[in-house]
């Protein structure tokens, strides 16, 4: 009987554990800040989400813990203890209200359930999108998961090896005879099958013959189908499939890409939650509010020329290029300055006589 092929094959496990593993590695190297006057706070909050969550898990660990659950759950449940440890919860329910705020009960942190409730306002409460993306990956699995079934079938197929025994056995047959013939045929077998050299006696009324019509048949096809389920799961995550494939054209334009449509998608919905749980309405107009600096893909050296024509062009401010670049506002007053070059100058200005120090 052959074997249900969603049962053998694992291609959307592969499929989601490459592209959900690629988005939590890089939103793991995210810095959590919270701001006030455009200053970085080093308090407990800080040291929380970018060093240790809880005693259990590093920052890296638990960022990448909550991205998997929220793509592969469409949800994810974060909890304050006692201490002030952030948990993530593996197990709740959800008791929606419509005018007041939602519940949570039997929250269960791995073996641990707690007995009271949890308020939304207590809580941080991530939700990926309006479907569950395994439900979209399991229709879409099916049509893929049954081709690349067959096709691996048919390449074993092409590839088996098939012979046949002929027996002339004018003895009785007991079962005792059958048994050594057929002791003797799996000998025989194995020794074609393990060994480059394999040699047969002949026996007196035993004939042994190959029957295979072996093909060169490519695997490339097998591939393709492999690649197209990846490339559907990656483009449904925000992923170009080409960093998928780790392809190296245009590589800085797809990365911009990813960053913007993916990376910076899941960014906003962590960011929005955290100021609407830890701050006031008062605070966060203010300026005290959460900023979240991920990961570059080009560093300072390679924006140093455009960042020369922005401050001497006078568009910008130093320290406005600073927070743009993600650093913290310097106190050197010339920082917030416009400035602009000689080269810049108004013509009128030239001819008069130029600019004056």
Request: net charge neutral; proline share 1%; charged share 30%.
């Given at each position: 009987?052959?074997?249900?092929?969603?049962?053998?094959?694992?291609?959307?496990?592969?499929?989601?554990?490459?592209?959900?593993?690629?988005?939590?590695?890089?939103?793991?190297?995210?810095?959590?800040?919270?701001?006030?006057?455009?200053?970085?706070?080093?308090?407990?909050?800080?040291?929380?989400?970018?060093v240790r969550?809880?005693?259990?898990?590093?920052?890296?660990?638990?960022?990448?813990t909550?991205?998997?659950?929220?793509?592969?759950?469409?949800?994810?449940?974060?909890?304050?203890?006692?201490?002030?440890?952030?948990?993530?919860?593996?197990?709740?329910?959800?008791?929606?209200?419509?005018?007041?705020?939602?519940?949570?009960?039997g929250?269960?942190?791995?073996?641990?359930?707690?007995?009271?409730?949890?308020?939304?306002?207590?809580?941080?409460?991530?939700?990926?999108d309006?479907?569950?993306?395994?439900?979209?990956?399991d229709?879409?699995?099916?049509?893929?998961?049954?081709?690349?079934?067959?096709?691996?079938?048919?390449?074993?197929?092409?590839?088996?090896?098939?012979?046949?025994?002929?027996?002339?056995?004018?003895?009785?047959?007991?079962?005792?005879n059958?048994?050594?013939?057929?002791?003797?045929?799996?000998?025989?077998?194995?020794?074609?099958?393990?060994?480059?050299?394999?040699?047969?006696?002949?026996?007196?009324?035993?004939?042994?013959?190959?029957?295979?019509?072996?093909?060169?048949?490519?695997?490339?096809?097998?591939?393709?189908?492999?690649?197209?389920?990846?490339?559907?799961?990656?483009?449904?995550?925000?992923?170009?499939?080409?960093?998928?494939?780790?392809?190296?054209?245009?590589?800085?334009?797809?990365?911009?890409?990813?960053?913007?449509?993916?990376?910076?998608?899941?960014?906003?919905?962590?960011?929005d939650?955290?100021?609407?749980?830890?701050?006031?309405?008062?605070?966060?107009?203010?300026?005290?509010?959460?900023?979240?600096?991920?990961?570059?893909?080009?560093?300072?050296?390679?924006?140093?020329?455009?960042?020369?024509?922005?401050?001497?062009?006078?568009?910008?401010?130093?320290?406005?290029?600073?927070?743009?670049?993600?650093?913290?506002?310097?106190?050197?007053?010339?920082?917030?300055?416009?400035?602009?070059?000689?080269?810049?100058?108004?013509?009128?200005?030239?001819?008069?006589?130029?600019?004056?120090?």
């Amino acid at each position: 009987m052959i074997e249900n092929t969603s049962e053998r094959i694992q291609m959307k496990q592969l499929a989601i554990q490459i592209c959900v593993n690629m988005i939590a590695r890089t939103i793991s190297q995210s810095e959590f800040r919270v701001k006030k006057d455009g200053k970085v706070l080093k308090d407990e909050m800080y040291y929380r989400l970018n060093v240790r969550p809880n005693s259990n898990m590093s920052a890296s660990h638990f960022w990448q813990t909550v991205v998997y659950k929220l793509i592969h759950d469409n949800e994810c449940l974060i909890i304050k203890s006692d201490s002030d440890d952030l948990l993530i919860a593996d197990d709740f329910t959800r008791i929606e209200y419509g005018l007041v705020e939602d519940l949570f009960k039997g929250v269960t942190v791995k073996n641990f359930t707690f007995q009271r409730s949890f308020r939304m306002s207590e809580v941080f409460y991530l939700e990926y999108d309006n479907e569950r993306l395994s439900k979209l990956l399991d229709s879409l699995y099916t049509d893929y998961g049954m081709l690349f079934g067959r096709m691996l079938e048919f390449q074993m197929y092409n590839n088996q090896f098939r012979s046949t025994v002929s027996v002339d056995n004018q003895g009785p047959k007991d079962q005792k005879n059958q048994e050594k013939l057929q002791n003797f045929i799996n000998k025989m077998y194995m020794a074609i099958r393990d060994k480059t050299f394999a040699i047969v006696p002949q026996q007196k009324g035993f004939a042994y013959k190959e029957e295979s019509q072996r093909q060169n048949v490519s695997v490339e096809e097998i591939n393709k189908v492999t690649n197209g389920f990846l490339d559907q799961v990656a483009k449904a995550l925000g992923i170009p499939p080409s960093l998928v494939h780790g392809e190296m054209a245009d590589v800085e334009k797809h990365t911009r890409n990813f960053m913007t449509f993916c990376i910076d998608f899941f960014l906003k919905k962590i960011k929005d939650e955290i100021n609407g749980k830890f701050f006031t309405k008062q605070e966060y107009l203010k300026g005290k509010k959460m900023d979240i600096r991920r990961v570059s893909y080009s560093n300072i050296f390679d924006l140093a020329t455009a960042v020369d024509k922005l401050v001497s062009s006078s568009a910008f401010t130093g320290n406005e290029i600073r927070e743009e670049a993600g650093y913290e506002r310097s106190e050197d007053e010339l920082l917030d300055k416009h400035i602009i070059t000689k080269n810049y100058t108004e013509l009128g200005k030239l001819l008069e006589g130029g600019e004056k120090e």
